[in-house]
């Protein structure tokens, strides 16, 4: 129960269904997340943290970034609800716009290389 409860309470948040559905487009790093969706960097650090403790997420050390993408499951919970998702939600306008972003958005551009 407390599994199912954790997952559910991942897609209580609209930001957090933003950013799954930008991943399914490409792989990305907080530096492009925060660009797409205008909220601070640590607000989108929190949600990433969030959805990757409800196993919607994996990270991965690139250079000087962590790339975000989603997560190969088998948990039959999470595979359906990541089906759904592809599914659902597509039509929604702000849906399309982030997804159009995601084509566009360079973290090359956006985070300094220190």
Same mark, same amino acid.
């Given at each position: 129960?407390?599994?199912?409860?954790?997952?559910?309470? %991942?897609? %209580?948040?609209? $930001?957090?269904?933003?950013?799954? !559905?930008?991943?399914?487009? !490409?792989?990305?790093?907080?530096?492009?997340?925060?660009?797409?969706?205008?909220? %601070?960097?640590?607000?989108?650090?929190?949600?990433?943290?969030?959805?990757?403790?409800?196993?919607?997420?994996?990270?991965? !050390?690139?250079?000087?970034?962590?790339?975000?993408?989603?997560?190969?499951?088998?948990?039959?919970?999470?595979?359906?609800?990541?089906?759904?998702?592809?599914?659902?939600? $597509?039509?929604?306008?702000?849906?399309?716009?982030?997804?159009?972003?995601?084509?566009?958005?360079?973290?090359?551009?956006?985070?300094? !290389?220190?």
């Amino acid at each position: 129960m407390r599994r199912l409860e954790k997952i559910f309470k %991942a897609l %209580a948040d609209r $930001n957090r269904i933003r950013i799954l !559905k930008m991943l399914e487009v !490409k792989p990305m790093c907080v530096c492009e997340i925060t660009e797409i969706l205008g909220i %601070a960097q640590s607000s989108v650090s929190r949600h990433l943290s969030i959805l990757r403790e409800a196993g919607f997420l994996i990270d991965e !050390k690139d250079g000087l970034w962590v790339i975000y993408s989603l997560a190969g499951s088998t948990d039959d919970v999470l595979v359906s609800v990541i089906t759904g998702l592809r599914r659902w939600g $597509n039509s929604d306008t702000r849906i399309q716009r982030d997804r159009e972003m995601v084509e566009t958005v360079s973290r090359e551009e956006l985070c300094s !290389k220190g």
